[in-house]
Structure formats: C-alpha cells, structure tokens
C-alpha cells in the first residue's frame, strides 16, 4: 500500500514543563478530509502547530510522503505543500483582502502559480473577489474564515490544516464554509480537519480522530464515530462518557 | 507676522532630524516591540562617521549618504543577528530593551574614546547660502534637511506598501506567529525592518553633521527627542511619524522664541506628557505605544 500523505508516530509534544500531547499517532490518505474532534484543551492545535513546524516534539516523527520532517522550519514545510488554517483566523487585519492572499503566496513555487490560485480563490470565494480592496479587519466573520482558508490555498496545498473553522460563526454559515470545504477538497486538496462542530465534521470526512487531554482516544470512519455511543453521549452531553 | 512665520519654518526644518529619528523608530518598534532607545546613539555615530570623512578625507556630508546609508543597512543586520535575534523571540521584552540600553551605552563611550568628549561640528562652505523670500531666510543646508525627511519618509512608505518584503513586515508588525504560518521567514522580515530603521539613523547622521555641534553625550536627548516625536504622530504611520517630528520643532522653536530657549526641553516634555495622556494614539496613529485592549 502506498504511504499516506501524512503520519504522525508517536509525537510527544511539552510546553516547557507541561506535557501536551503523549505518544499521539494518525494517518491522513492522500485526497481525504480526516476530522480531529475533542474537547477544548485536549491538544487539537498542539497537534496542528507540530506538523506545521511551529513547535519542536519531545519525541515521535511527523512523516509527508513518507519522508521524515525532522527539524524542517515552517518555510519549508510551506513550501511542500503542508499549509495550516490558524485558530481564530490570524488574517493581517490592517492589510486588504489581496495583500493577505498575497502573502499566502510568498514562497516562490506559490508565487509563480499567484495568478491561477487567485482564480481559484475567487471561483470558490467570490464575495472575496467583490472585497479584494477592503481591509481585512473590516470583513463579517464569514468573510474573515473564507479569506483565511483563500489565503491558504494560495499556497498551493497538497494538505490544508484548518483549525476550528466555524468558531464564532452562525449554523448557516458554517454548513457554507464546511461546503466550501469539500469543494476545496473535491480540488485535491487532502483536509485535516479540527472542529468543534463534531457533528457537521464527522459527516464530511471519510475518517475521524478523538483526542482527550493528549491521547487520542478513539478513531474510525465518520459514520462509526456517529454511531458510537461514547462520542454521542460526550458531545449531547449525557453522563458516563468514557472521553 | 514674519518672524512667526520665519519661527515655523525654522521649526519645522529642524524638526525634520526628529521626524527621521522617528521614522526609524516606528519601523524598528513594529516588529521588535521596543523603542530603540539607542537610535539617537547610532544616528551620532553615524554623524561622527560623516564629520570624519569629511575632516580627513574631504568627502562632501551630503555625498556621504551614498556610503553611510548602506553602511547603517548592513550594520543593522549584523546587530540584529548578533545581539537581538534571540531576544527577539522572547515573549518578555525586557531583554531587547536593556540589549538596546547596553548598546547605547556601549556606542557613547566608544565614541568618546575614539572621538574624545569635544562638541564636534562641520564647517560647512555653502552653509551660509540661503535663499530669501519676502524677508524670510531660508538655508538652503536647513532646507536640505526637510528634503531628507520628505525623501526618506517616502521611501519608507513606498517599501512598506509596494514591495513583497514590506507587506511582509506590516503583517509581522501586526501577527509574527501568523506571519511565520505562511512560510514567510519572520527572522529575516524582523532584521530587514531593523537594518531599515537604523539606515534611517544613517539618514539623519548626515542631517545631524551638517547642522548640529555634537558630542558622544547627544545620542539619548535626541532617542528621547524622536520618542516625543513618535508619540505626537502615532506609532504605524511613516507620515505621522515625520509629521510628529516637524510639530516637535515647531514647538521648540516657538518655545524657545516666545518664551526663552531656556523653556525648550519643558515645552517638549510637557507636551508629550499631555499628549500620552489625553491622545495615547498620536495625532495620525492608527495605534499608540500601546495597544488599545
Ligand atoms: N502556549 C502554551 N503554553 C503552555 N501551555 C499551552 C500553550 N498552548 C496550549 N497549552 C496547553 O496545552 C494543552 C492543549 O492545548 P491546545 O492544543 O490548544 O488544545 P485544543 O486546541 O484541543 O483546545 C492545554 O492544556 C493547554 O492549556
Ligand atoms: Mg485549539
């Protein structure tokens, strides 16, 4: 079998003293959306920022294409194609809406494909298209998550980590941006997906993570983890949860 | 009417060596998150530099930008990865700042070795030259100064808005980590708008040659000078930061003219104060010194 896109073995993961992620594995399929679900604190963006190379693990390999990222720094991870969606969105909110999606571009391989992400972003986006001059801080909140994930794919993908993209944003806009999504996927794009919206995420994704203070606790397709018991009475809220 | 007009004008042509100071800072304060308190410092060194290029090698201050501009740039990227890098990336700044503190002083006694502790000054053959116009004096050196300014000030703007590199540094200023999240490097984006706000101290070394006596003691006066200078436009805004130098001298000059020279510094100070208290985000700024929470 051909390797996955991307496979985290046994990454530990401390702030200082204070341990965050123990011993955390998965695997993402080239071409899938894969949804990482658990409660606030439970180490979804610890995750996120070690494949991104934003944080140095204690221990553990972060594999793309089967190569070992090692100690690579943000910039060339970037470049291969491994691009992250920050929590609470990060735009430049002084620049306009084309300046950040320039940014997005700034290595030179996104930069040399500048003007064909940009249709891209405009085709899945075009309300950023209507608003390319305006300053970013001045966007409604659903425009802000659209321009935050148009920034990333002007990067030029292989894997786009998007953390918490419905946070903050009405149920209409959030079935919006998790369609946005797919079609991003249907592109090509492989999604990693982290969510508070378990429901809408397990949904889209052919496979699911749930973590818990650092382990992750439970994984399997996005119907099974529906079905599941467990992860239904953590997130209704039902007693005896094992999460 | 005249003589008011004649004290504005001096005002502001002075001022322009504060609004340059204060351009540097507001670049170097985006992206570090300190007031450089050894800018005055660096842009004395700079003037002793020009003055001795001058005395020994008879080399014109105002050709001296051709050298002593690159010269800053390249001296500020050294000092950034050599003492400011790591500090950079801690989240206290205290370190930067007191890294900034050593260099100033560091800086000051380097020069008084070298240069001694006499007040130096060019002689400058054209510096009488003024144009006159309906009994307003004008030198044309002075002049010079505001040309310095309006050009430097220019430069800076179009960097920042026009080039990849300067859009860069705007969203470090605002976002380092989110910055670094598109693969941009910030560490190099950080020294560029370093080496930038020290090549600015470059800029007003020559200003300062040209109109100033100085000796290795000036440096902090005029960092605190471009501070208040700073403060009056706005942290953010090249233009404000220029046109808070010019409002500096202007001040000054009316101070010194109406009330005596001996009011200079009180009018300036107390004028910063009222100004931190009363408009915290400058005249121009978007932002103050401090962020609004
Ligand atoms: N910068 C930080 N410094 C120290 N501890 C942190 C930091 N960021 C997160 N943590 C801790 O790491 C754990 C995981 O946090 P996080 O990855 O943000 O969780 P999630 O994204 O799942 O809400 C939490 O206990 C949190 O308090
Ligand atoms: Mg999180």
Redesign the interface.
Known sequence: MANPLLEVRQLNVAYGDVRALWDVSLEVEEGSIVALVGANGAGKTTLLKSI?G?LRPLGGQILFEGEDLGRLN??H???KGI??V?EGR??????TVL?NL???A??PK?RAGYDDSLDRVFTLFPRLQERKNSKAGLLSGGEQQMLAIG?AVM?GPRLVMIDEASLGLSPILTRHIFELIVALNGQGATVLLVEQNIHMALKICSKAYVMKTGHIVLSGTGEELLADVDVRKAYVGERGSRL | MSSLIQVVINGILLGSMYGIAAVGLSLIFGTMRIIFIAQGTMIVLFAYLVYWASIKAGVDPYLSLLWVVPFAFILGLGLFYVLFRKAAALEDRNVSLLLAVGLMYLIDNLILKLWSATPRGLDIPYSDAMIVVSGIRVSWLRLALLGLGLGSALVVYLFLKRT?VG??V??AS??M?????????SVWVCAISFAIGIAMAGVAGVGMATVYSFDYQFGFVFAIKALVALALGGI?NVFGALAGGLILGIIENLAAYYVGIEWIEVASYGIFMLVLIFLPQGLFG?RGLVKKV
């Open positions: 991104a934003l943000t910039k991870r970037v470049d691009v992250m920050p990060r735009l430049f909110q002084t620049l300046e320039r940014l997005g700034y290595l996104a920034r990067a | 990849r859009t860069a705007r969203a605002e976002d980590e989110a910055t670094t999240i598109q693969g941009i490097n953010g978007r």
